[in-house]
């Protein structure tokens, strides 16, 4: 039982985990919707996870000059504040249109080059220890 | 939600060593800051964001990049993943010719193809999808049904601790996926054309993967081993800094490799 303890412990940590990033990625998605109708596809893959206030997570992704994207972030957490910004590989931002309403919020980017770029994901501020979010992108 | 499972592990195990104190200056950010493994996975594009590029950067001839044949399964897991990853790949090659019968039959193979990787289950319902909208003709739906029928397979692989034959179905459909890219760049180059095999990352990351395997068996399979040696040889072809050009005779090179692959993919004896 000592050796299964720990994984017990693991698996019940991450149920609870999954159980708000599905939340917040129901809010990302959501952030996502105005661009499905203009045309946009959200992609099936998502990042997610939980961060402490002033805690970051960076994601890369490629991305393919030509096209337009949209970085769609959700929170499950009400009242938190959550920042999603977009830099290239040399660390300077991208950013050309953000929206914020509520727990979603979304920047849009037209890259200038082909290549890895980076999401970065803050918690400005939350009312809760630990925020769930979770974030999708939509192409066109 | 198997498609975030993946992504929200390693959040998890990375979000809190990166904390920092200090908010970043927005207008730019140090990338060193972050411990390397937390942005070390790259969400692998789908074909269709790069098949996107290409249609409007020409008229590319998307019938004409269709296989014939999707390919003989052998029974081996490892070629049976690559195979499901290249399968997936036709399937928006189909979708970007719109032609309903090679993706109807492309949905049935994808089906059949995860019944030998035990998977079945988890893309019944996409396979439906995609037979039912290819009947209609509504492309973007079959291509989000495509797309989600990889992160499914995917999913549902590392619920069953089959992580590395995960990506090996991440791998196949990138390789199908380079194969159309180059052949259609190179029979109408363009500088802008082949900036999009500009993927250092997405080449880092499968080589990798691919060569952290745990899972012995399939680390050394025939298939991965050539594989591995061909990500080795596509690296210094694909442009040291962004924005720099690739040659065509890169773009032919890159072709090569990866219809050499497809081939032994599709078609070998395991």
Known sequence: MNKLLPVLLLVLGLSTVFAYVDDALSFAQEAAL????????????AWGGDLGVKEQQAMQAQLFKGNEYWFCLGTDVKGAVLTVNIYDSKGKLVNVETTRNGRLSAVRVVPTKTGSYFAIVTVVKSPQERTGWALVYAYK | MPNILKSVAVAILFATA????????????????????????VVVPVPSEVFLVLDKLGSPNWRGEMRESLGRQTGNRAQAALLLGTVIAEGFVA???????????IG?????????????????????????????????????????????VKGAMIELGDGDLAQ????????????????????????????????????NFFSKKLESMSNRRLADNDLVIRIRKMLTSIRPLIGDAEGSP??????????????????SITSQEA
């Open chain 2, 18 to 41: 990166s904390g920092l104190n200090a908010q970043p200056s927005p207008d730019a950010v140090d990338l060193s800051s972050f411990p390397a493994k937390a942005i070390d996975d």
């Open chain 1, 34 to 45: 105005p661009y499905v109708k203009k045309g946009f596809s959200v992609r099936e893959d």
């Open chain 2, 246 to 263: 690739i040659p065509v005779e890169n773009v032919k090179k890159i072709h090569q490799l990866t219809r050499d692959l497809v081939i």
């Open chain 2, 168 to 203: 090996l179905v991440s791998v196949g459909g990138w390789i199908r996926g380079t194969e159309v890219l180059t052949s259609i760049v190179r029979k109408s180059y363009t500088a802008d054309g082949a900036e999009l095999l500009h993927q250092p990352a997405l080449v």
């Open chain 2, 95 to 105: 979708v970007e010719a719109e032609d309903p019968e090679k993706v109807k039959d």
């Open chain 2, 108 to 152: 049935r193979r994808v089906l059949s193809l995860s019944k030998a990787i035990n998977v079945e289950k988890a893309v019944l319902e996409r396979s439906k999808s995609i037979i039912d909208k290819a009947d209609v003709k509504d492309w973007k739906a079959v291509r989000k049904e495509f797309d989600g029928a990889l992160q499914d």
